[in-house]
C-alpha cells in the first residue's frame, strides 16, 4: 500500500510556471514507477509523465514534452512535475499514480492515486 498526496497547484497565467510535489507514505517508494496525469473538465484523465523506480527513465505526452519535466527524490519519497511555458490547455486537476513494475502510459495500469490538485492557467 502507498499513500499520496499532490500539493502545489493554483492559478498561473500563460508563460508560466509551477511545481508539483506528489509525497508519498506507506510502503516503499523507490519500489514504486509513478506517472503524471490530468483531467480536464469534461474531459477523460489524460497521460502526462512517466518515471521508473531510480529516476532515470521518463517518458512524456506529446503536448507537454520539452516543456514539463518529471524527477523523484526517493530519500524523501517525493515526485515533482516542473512545468513550464504553461498553457491554458494546461488547465486541469492534475493527478499523481503509483504501480508496481515498469512505467506505464495507460491509467488503468495503475493501482494508487492520490486526490489531485488543480492548475489553472490564465490567458
Known amino acids: 500500500q502507498v499513500q499520496l498526496v499532490e500539493s502545489g497547484g493554483g492559478l498561473v497565467q500563460a508563460g508560466g510556471s509551477l511545481r508539483l510535489s506528489c509525497a508519498a507514505s506507506g510502503r516503499t517508494f523507490s519500489s514504486y514507477a509513478m506517472g503524471w496525469f490530468r483531467q480536464a473538465p469534461g474531459k477523460g484523465r489524460e497521460f502526462v509523465s512517466t518515471i521508473n523506480w531510480s529516476g532515470d527513465s521518463t517518458y512524456y505526452a506529446d503536448s507537454v514534452k520539452g516543456r514539463f519535466t518529471a524527477s523523484r527524490d526517493n530519500a524523501k519519497n517525493t515526485m515533482y512535475l516542473q512545468m513550464s511555458s504553461l498553457k491554458p490547455e494546461d488547465t486541469a486537476v492534475y493527478y499523481c499514480?503509483?504501480?508496481?513494475?515498469?512505467?506505464?502510459?495507460?491509467?488503468?495500469?495503475?493501482?494508487?492515486w492520490g486526490q489531485g490538485t488543480k492548475v489553472t492557467v490564465s490567458s
Open positions: 499514480a503509483a504501480r508496481s513494475g515498469s512505467w506505464a502510459l495507460n491509467p488503468y495500469d495503475y493501482g494508487y
